[in-house]
């Protein structure tokens, strides 16, 4: 990073990358790397798919900024009708902004536009955003907060299911922490004070930890017993992340609003939230905006990006080596006990270490092989979870079987080598 650049960002590696394509990353010296990052889950579609790339160009031609308040460019609408035959059923209507962190408090103004309550419930191990609000939303690691105290008031957490952490059955860990979000409300913000939940169908920055199926049914329950409105946050699993087009669908459960960004676009920073037209139609006009929110070149790459991903088999593509995935790592498990749960739907897979002879978190072999898989077989990951514990694994949707195999044999080597 040059001298006139800010230090502020947390550097996985210093790869003075030039180009992308697919799922590398070419450095300056013309050095490749398999990229099992994805910009944090953000390439779905890889780096400069073609369909993606022609989207922009063509798009710019016509217009770089058509602001939503002077004027309305048709992509808009034709973007939110693609997003209204994507997103779950009752998800009709559309607000755009830039950023995930942008997103989720978007949908927060709308929940207490929408009713008149103050306060908002999260879960142990979120991570929302870096605005202030999205700060005190997150719950996932110390290091989003520090420093900028006092934080926004009126959000308080719930606990989050994780069975294998807590030596438990999965109903037995979802009727804990079911348990614990009515303890909330008894004890911390009436329900007649909670405008709204919000959860990540699996946590990201905490660790891709999938909160079980019976969990998100049974917050959804208490949602609709209270008025409480139920607010997905997507912005890490949607868009085709899971091996659905959103983490949710497989539960069964119809979020109030879903929060949308990352994978959204390829790249192009342009974020969502959506809901239905008549709870959209209780956020009094004016109320919220942004110069940016909607960008035609934003939108045209999110339309090329859910073309590509709504072809036929790509999501199969996406289930079967997210299976390959899991399957090699559990393989790789049978040899070296540190690795305690791989866990993760699609391609958001998370393999957790632990010392084996006590339990608890090993942060430092994370460490040490996320190095030299780079340094040695030139893969890049990264780490998640509260402990830092955590390899995550979420590579361009794109990624081929022989990818995801070499991807493997580099962490084997990584393992035999830093054990």
């Given at each position: 990073?040059?001298?006139?650049?800010?230090?502020?960002?947390?550097?996985?590696?210093?790869?003075?990358?030039?180009?992308?394509?697919?799922?590398?990353?070419?450095?300056?010296?013309?050095?490749?790397?398999?990229?099992?990052?994805?910009?944090?889950?953000?390439?779905?579609?890889?780096?400069?798919?073609?369909?993606?790339?022609?989207?922009?160009?063509?798009?710019?031609?016509?217009?770089?900024?058509?602001?939503?308040?002077?004027?309305?460019?048709?992509?808009?609408?034709?973007?939110?009708?693609?997003?209204?035959?994507?997103?779950?059923?009752?998800?009709?209507?559309?607000?755009?902004?830039?950023?995930?962190?942008?997103a989720t408090e978007a949908a927060v103004k709308l929940a207490k536009q929408a009713t008149g309550r103050p306060n908002v419930i999260v879960f142990s191990g979120s991570f929302h955003g870096r605005s202030?609000?999205?700060?005190?939303?997150?719950?996932?690691?110390?290091?989003?907060?520090?420093?900028?105290?006092?934080?926004?008031?009126?959000?308080?957490?719930?606990?989050?299911?994780?069975?294998?952490?807590?030596?438990?059955?999965?109903?037995?860990?979802?009727?804990?922490?079911?348990?614990?979000?009515?303890?909330?409300?008894?004890?911390?913000?009436?329900?007649?004070?909670?405008?709204?939940?919000?959860?990540?169908?699996?946590?990201?920055?905490?660790?891709?930890?999938?909160?079980?199926?019976?969990?998100?049914?049974?917050?959804?329950?208490?949602?609709?017993?209270?008025?409480?409105?139920?607010?997905?946050?997507?912005?890490?699993?949607?868009?085709?992340?899971?091996?659905?087009?959103?983490?949710?669908?497989?539960?069964?459960?119809?979020?109030?609003?879903?929060?949308?960004?990352?994978?959204?676009?390829?790249?192009?920073?342009?974020?969502?939230?959506?809901?239905?037209?008549?709870?959209?139609?209780?956020?009094?006009?004016?109320?919220?905006?942004?110069?940016?929110?909607?960008?035609?070149?934003?939108?045209?790459?999110?339309?090329?990006?859910?073309?590509?991903?709504?072809?036929?088999?790509?999501?199969?593509?996406?289930?079967?080596?997210?299976?390959?995935?899991?399957?090699?790592?559990?393989?790789?498990?049978?040899?070296?006990?540190?690795?305690?749960?791989?866990?993760?739907?699609?391609?958001?897979?998370?393999?957790?270490?632990?010392?084996?002879?006590?339990?608890?978190?090993?942060?430092?072999?994370?460490?040490?092989?996320?190095?030299?898989?780079?340094?040695?077989?030139?893969?890049?990951?990264?780490?998640?979870?509260?402990?830092?514990?955590?390899?995550?694994?979420?590579?361009p949707l794109v990624v081929t079987e022989a990818e995801v195999d070499r991807a493997l044999t580099a962490l084997g080597s990584a393992f035999a080598a830093t054990g």
């Open positions: 990073m040059g001298s006139h650049c800010s230090e502020v960002w947390f550097e996985v590696t210093d790869l003075p990358v030039v180009s992308g394509l697919g799922c590398t990353v070419t450095t300056a010296d013309g050095t490749e790397y398999l990229d099992f990052t994805s910009g944090i889950a953000v390439t779905s579609t890889g780096h400069c798919h073609p369909k993606v790339v022609a989207a922009i160009q063509e798009q710019a031609a016509c217009f770089i900024h058509a602001q939503v308040n002077c004027y309305r460019h048709p992509l808009l609408e034709r973007l939110a009708t693609r997003l209204a035959e994507v997103t779950p059923a009752g998800i009709d209507t559309f607000f755009f902004a830039n950023s995930g962190a942008e202030h609000l999205t700060m005190a939303m997150t719950t996932s690691k110390h290091g989003y907060r520090a420093g900028y105290a006092p934080l926004p008031s009126g959000v308080f957490v719930a606990p989050f299911p994780h069975p294998w952490r807590e030596g438990r059955a999965e109903d037995e860990s979802v009727a804990q922490a079911l348990r614990g979000l009515h303890h909330l409300l008894l004890a911390q913000t009436a329900p007649r004070e909670t405008a709204a939940v919000v959860i990540e169908p699996v946590l990201g920055e905490g660790g891709y930890l999938p909160a079980p199926a019976g969990f998100l049914r049974g917050v959804k329950e208490i949602c609709e017993l209270h008025g409480i409105l139920f607010v997905a946050d997507e912005v890490q699993s949607g868009f085709a992340r899971t091996g659905t087009m959103f983490a949710i669908e497989p539960a069964g459960v119809t979020p109030d609003v879903i929060v949308m960004a990352k994978g959204i676009a390829s790249g192009f920073p342009i974020s969502a939230i959506g809901a239905s037209a008549e709870l959209m139609a209780r956020w009094p006009k004016g109320s919220h905006g942004g110069t940016y929110g909607g960008n035609p070149i934003g939108c045209a790459a999110a339309l090329a990006t859910i073309d590509v991903l709504t072809e036929a088999g790509f999501l199969d593509n996406v289930v079967a080596r997210g299976e390959q995935l899991r399957g090699g790592l559990r393989a790789l498990a049978e040899g070296h006990p540190v690795i305690g749960e791989v866990r993760g739907p699609g391609l958001m897979v998370g393999m957790e270490l632990v010392d084996p002879a006590t339990g608890e978190p090993d942060d430092a072999r994370v460490g040490r092989v996320i190095a030299h898989a780079r340094e040695h077989d030139r893969l890049l990951l990264m780490n998640a979870g509260t402990y830092g514990n955590v390899v995550r694994f979420m590579p």
